[in-house]
């Protein structure tokens, strides 16, 4: 649904509001009138500007890959599987760190697993698996890779750890968005991708 250029600072604060409470309370248990509280407008403002829940949603979702294409879409690829590794490394923990609703929001929508939950995932693997197909293209990645698994692994391992923060906290026993535990994580990532856990084997000289 198209929003007036007149209404767009409301409709924003009340999107935004939205995004918190689907990701705070889930998005079938979260009403218009929770958002609405939230937003500090009437049931009766959040309709007018989206129509229902469902156009809320939309609209959510719409945001969540305007940001997504804003961090990814233009990751340029160059450098060793190092340095790529790397930059999307940082690119990653940045997001999450500037967009920690955004984060648990996609969390909640994939744990729903209803229409609009499967089709964000949809599209968020688009944008994981162009970044793969790039790298692909530049002769940085095995042949033999599944790339449809490496995407999914891209969305799952950051995702996954936000949706068990509390979780993973008190066994790490620091915050994951704080500068300690989303570095950690970001080296502990990076390096399972670019070294896998396994020791490599070293080439034994053969006797003569």
Known sequence: MAIPPSDLTGAARIRDAALRQFAARGVAAASI???AKAAGVSPGLVQ???????????????????????SF????VE?????????????????IRANPAVFAYIGRSLLEADAP???????LLLVARAQLDRLLAKRLLRKELDLEWAA???????VGAFLLAPTLERYLGTSLLGDTGMGRME????DLFLKGIYRQRTRQTPRR
């Not at 060793?80 to 990653?92: D, F, M, T, V």
């Open 73 to 76: 879409g233009d990751l340029i």
């Open 152 to 158: 999914l692994h891209l969305i799952l391992i950051n």
């Open 79 to 95: 450098g060793s599987p190092e340095e790529n590794a790397r930059k999307l490394g940082s690119r990653i923990a940045a997001f």
């Open 33 to 35: 009138r929770h958002v």
């Open 48 to 70: 007018h500007h989206f129509r229902s829940k469902a156009g809320l949603r939309q609209a959510v979702d719409a945001f969540v890959m305007r940001r997504a294409v804003e």
């Open 187 to 190: 080296k502990a990532t990076t």
């Open 117 to 123: 939950g499967r089709e964000l995932l949809d599209r």
